[in-house]
């Protein structure tokens, strides 16, 4: 029997669900699973998640003892993203992405505490660190985090990535894993050229993921590549071959029913003669090319702010329900 697109995919690619929706999860069974602030503002909102919301709340009131307002809304944050992940690792083998709070995005120190804390929530509920990939924004101080992390072992994704500095920079950092959103590099070619589509293998986020994979490739480092923030399907097609490629369910199941042969496009074996020369990212050089670079500085930004206004929305949401919850 023929194979779909989705299967055939995953002959060469990590799939992974972008999603906080255990059921599609259990559905199209990705190897890993990545969540974001908006996804968990989502879900946080819908009855289906009211144990996992009430259990994490629970939690927060129990261990915070004595504390109230912002202090408790935080504990609770922190513990509801955890329980998410949790729940999604009885589903999956592989490893979810549990996010910083973006509002540290320009802050290493607090970055780096934020991302013990995590992992010492989950490793208190007997999850090993190996199966968490903490996710933090591509700036320079949150790449700096990243290193100092990886070091300890905690491993990264680092994630709102629209450059190739940027990922030159999280690759030198020993980064365990990188997402460039290419969706949304789309969005912002589309709005800035006026054009209402470009052919799949022209799509500037497919070009610009391409370009990274084959620099990676090429000069041999261990960060793995995985495209993210897909506008169709036809993106996914044209970035077969990928490390890993996180897709949201609705685009899965266009996979799942997509037939004919899937080629793959990107391939380690030819990076060699694609990849282009070494280019040295020092922080001076970061911040001259991401200056430079006016669709990797506006999505980015705009990826932080629309991250932080999720999770104030999502603090909202908490403090609201621990103000009428029993103690």
Not at 186 to 212: C, F, M, N, Q
Not at 270 to 294: L, P, S
């Amino acid at each position: 029997m023929a194979q779909n697109f989705l299967e055939q995919l995953k002959a060469f690619t990590v799939v992974v669900a972008d999603t906080g929706d255990f059921q599609s999860i259990v559905e199209y069974r990705p190897r890993d699973a990545t969540t974001n602030p908006s996804l968990l503002a989502a879900a946080a909102q819908m009855s289906a998640y009211d144990a996992v919301v009430e259990g994490a709340l629970a939690e927060a009131r129990r261990e915070a003892k004595g504390a109230s307002g912002e202090a408790l809304v935080a504990e609770a944050m922190d513990r509801l993203g955890v329980a998410f992940g949790r729940k999604i690792l009885e589903i999956i083998p592989g490893r979810v992405s549990t996010e910083v709070d973006a509002r540290l995005s320009f802050d290493t120190e607090k970055t780096v505490a934020k991302a013990r804390r995590l992992i010492e929530l989950y490793q208190a509920a007997g999850v090993p660190k190996e199966r968490i990939l903490i996710k933090i924004a591509s700036t320079w101080e949150g790449i700096r985090a990243a290193e100092r992390l990886e070091r300890e072992g905690i491993h990264c994704n680092l994630t709102l990535l629209f450059g190739l500095h940027q990922a030159i920079a999280c690759a030198d950092a020993g980064a365990t894993l990188i997402s460039p959103f290419v969706g949304r590099i789309l969005d912002w070619h589309k709005k800035k050229t006026g054009r209402d589509a470009y052919p799949p293998a022209e799509d500037p986020g497919v070009v610009s993921v391409t370009r990274i994979y084959n620099y990676f490739k090429k000069h041999g480092y261990q960060t793995e590549v995985m495209g993210a923030s897909f506008r169709n399907a036809d993106e996914i097609v044209e970035l077969a071959g990928c490390d890993l490629l996180t897709i949201a369910p609705k685009l899965l199941g266009e996979l799942a029913k997509r037939e004919g042969t899937l080629e793959r496009k990107l391939d380690p074996q030819k990076a060699g003669e694609r990849g282009g020369e070494r280019i040295r990212v020092d922080e001076a050089a970061f911040r001259t090319m991401h200056d430079e670079d006016q669709m990797a500085s506006d999505k980015l930004a705009e990826g932080i702010d629309g991250f932080t206004k999720s999770i104030v929305e999502l603090e909202a949401v908490l403090a609201k329900r621990l103000a009428g919850a029993t103690p």
